[in-house]
């Protein structure tokens, strides 16, 4: 059975290129009520651009079509197909792009706002899903879901007392955890074959570290114009299955200078769990 990951608009292992991008912000009520989770981005400068890096067997686009939008470039592993997301007729979270089957590995995705109309220049992006063929072995469910409470799969370092738990309503179980220490970290423990991490971002967000099963380390940055909860801060797939034990590291990396200081977990879901 084919695995769907989801990931919003302002999730940090998301690029953005160029200078017209802007959050959809929570208190437009002509927008937000219809983008997922109150949050997208939009743009409607030529050449501002999205990319993601992805390993799966497809990709999917979402977001609005509107009367000011127009044309895009898709560049999908080199190859570049244009579209357009024009209708005449107000259209939200709508699929915009839909990538051919890929055979399953790495790919690249760069989205690029190309608007041939001048009244049509608007790019706006809701989310996307990443698919991804099953796992080559058995697995008891087709995910779990781990809270940040969850002290059996979560360690907490240098300790739980330099993380805080709060509360957030718009997080899974209502709480999240945070930290602002500059050796603020936390190891999930799991049993799967991929995983993703959820937490949230905002103006006083930090960098951030990620390391799984002491491999490279990768850094994404928290910072976002606009508060967001329930945002993919990490995602990893094709990862040896069969019981196999996989420890994700995430480390906070604050700028004190510009107070972009918070890393911010909200709960981590596992596929593929055999345990």
Same mark, same amino acid.
């Given at each position: 059975?084919?695995?769907?990951y989801?990931?919003?608009?302002?999730?940090?292992?998301?690029s953005?290129s160029?200078?017209?991008?802007?959050?959809?912000?929570?208190?437009?009520i002509?927008?937000?009520?219809?983008?997922n989770?109150? !949050?997208?981005?939009?743009t409607?400068?030529?050449?501002?651009?999205? #990319? /993601?890096? =992805?390993? *799966?067997t497809?990709?999917?686009? @979402?977001g609005?079509?509107?009367s000011?939008?127009?044309?895009?470039?898709?560049?999908?592993?080199?190859?570049?197909?244009?579209?357009s997301?024009?209708?005449?007729?107000a259209?939200?979270?709508?699929?915009?792009y839909?990538?051919?089957?890929?055979?399953?590995?790495l790919?690249?995705l760069?989205?690029?706002d190309?608007?041939?109309?001048?009244?049509?220049?608007?790019?706006?992006?809701?989310y996307?899903?990443?698919?991804?063929s099953a796992?080559p072995?058995?697995?008891?469910?087709?995910?779990?879901?781990v809270?940040?409470?969850d002290?059996?799969?979560?360690?907490?370092?240098?300790?739980?007392?330099s993380?805080?738990?709060?509360?957030?309503?718009?997080s899974?179980?209502g !709480?999240?955890s945070?930290t602002?220490?500059?050796?603020?970290?936390? #190891? /999930?423990r =799991?049993? *799967?074959?991929?995983i993703?991490l @959820?937490?949230?971002?905002?103006?006083?967000?930090?960098?951030?570290?990620?390391?799984i099963?002491?491999?490279?380390n990768?850094?994404y940055?928290s910072?976002a114009?606009?508060?967001a909860?329930?945002?993919?801060?990490?995602m990893?797939?094709n990862?040896?299955?069969?019981?196999?034990?996989h420890?994700?590291?995430v480390?906070?990396?604050?700028?004190?200078s510009?107070?972009?200081?918070?890393?911010?977990?909200?709960?981590?879901?596992?596929?593929?769990?055999?345990?």
């Amino acid at each position: 059975m084919p695995v769907n990951y989801f990931i919003d608009a302002e999730s940090p292992i998301l690029s953005y290129s160029g200078s017209g991008w802007r959050p959809v912000l929570s208190t437009d009520i002509d927008y937000a009520p219809h983008y997922n989770n109150g !949050t997208g981005m939009y743009t409607n400068t030529t050449g501002d651009s999205l #990319e /993601i890096n =992805f390993f *799966g067997t497809g990709i999917s686009l @979402y977001g609005s079509k509107l009367s000011d939008h127009g044309q895009f470039n898709a560049t999908l592993d080199g190859t570049t197909t244009t579209a357009s997301t024009y209708s005449a007729d107000a259209k939200w979270a709508t699929r915009f792009y839909n990538s051919p089957n890929l055979n399953r590995g790495l790919h690249t995705l760069v989205i690029t706002d190309a608007p041939k109309l001048q009244n049509r220049t608007f790019l706006s992006v809701d989310y996307l899903t990443v698919q991804d063929s099953a796992p080559p072995f058995p697995a008891k469910q087709p995910s779990l879901f781990v809270d940040d409470t969850d002290e059996s799969i979560f360690t907490y370092l240098p300790s739980r007392s330099s993380w805080e738990s709060m509360p957030d309503t718009l997080s899974l179980g209502g !709480t999240l955890s945070r930290t602002q220490s500059q050796i603020g970290a936390v #190891e /999930i423990r =799991f049993v *799967g074959s991929s995983i993703a991490l @959820y937490g949230r971002v905002g103006q006083s967000n930090a960098q951030y570290w990620c390391s799984i099963d002491g491999g490279v380390n990768i850094s994404y940055n928290s910072f976002a114009n606009e508060m967001a909860s329930q945002q993919t801060l990490y995602m990893a797939n094709n990862l040896t299955g069969g019981g196999a034990e996989h420890v994700l590291r995430v480390w906070n990396d604050p700028t004190v200078s510009n107070g972009h200081v918070w890393l911010e977990i909200d709960y981590a879901q596992v596929w593929g769990n055999t345990g």
